[in-house]
């Protein structure tokens, strides 16, 4: 039997400007879905950085089944595909077309083929007439959006998304979250919002680039969202 996919962080520690912005951390991830919550500035976009191999540790590893996945991208870009909390970090081609088939073709997919993928993932997201839109004039949620698109159509066996609920409206926010509720892809979810996480396995709450808490949702949203309120009643 194949093993289960785990994602190892061992002693992992970054600093920037010569102050610690992260870890020391150790910990195993291996549910299929796991989110991460913590206030603006805690790590949750480093840390997925560092999941996603796309940026090296100072100290420490961050492995997939032993593979280092910063040292070996080719295993880090067959298993992970990253939402970016910025698409303006994540789109690079003119087109909407463009864009979605140039993960494939990365994949192997020849030309022809990776184009007819990128449209039948447009339709089935219900956005053909997208395919030669100009990506620079599509709105902000409409450009998240498409980094959704584009990594959905790799079909990565990890997928890490950096709040992609963020400027999406309420029709599109709940498609996506349908969506997501039935991939067979692990996920781990960045968000503010404790209710999108209520149905995970886990929930790691990152304070100051450290593990505050970690364990099973109920007891983890209870006490974040607890601590959210109380610090948002002292800034009234
Ligand atoms: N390249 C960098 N250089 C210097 N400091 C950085 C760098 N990247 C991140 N930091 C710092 O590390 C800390 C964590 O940043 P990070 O972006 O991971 O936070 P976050 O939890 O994703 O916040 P948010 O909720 O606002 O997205 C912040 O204090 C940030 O200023
Ligand atoms: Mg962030």
Known sequence: MARPATYTFDNVSLAKDGKQIFGPLSLNLREKRIGIVGQNGSGKSTF????????????????????????DRK?????????????????????????????LQQQGLNKTDAHRR????????GRADWADRNTHILSQG?????????????????????????????????????MLGKLDQSLVMITHDPAVLQEYDRVIWLENGSVKQDGPAAPVLADFSAEMQRLGALQC
């Open 48 to 71: 997925a950085r560092l999941l996603a191999g796309l940026i090296a540790p100072d100290s420490g590893q961050v492995h997939l089944n032993g593979a280092n996945l910063f040292k």
């Open 142 to 178: 409409q450009r998240h959006y498409l980094c959704l698109m584009a990594v959905l159509a790799m079909q990565p066996s990890l997928i890490i998304l950096d709040e992609p609920y963020a400027g999406l409206d309420i029709p599109t926010s709940m498609g996506l979250h349908h």
């Open 118 to 125: 990128a449209q039948d993932v447009l339709a089935r997201h």
């Open 75 to 103: 295993t880090a870009l067959a298993h992970i595909g990253v939402i970016f909390q910025n698409p303006d970090q994540q789109i690079i081609f003119p087109t909407v077309i463009e864009e979605i088939a140039f993960g």
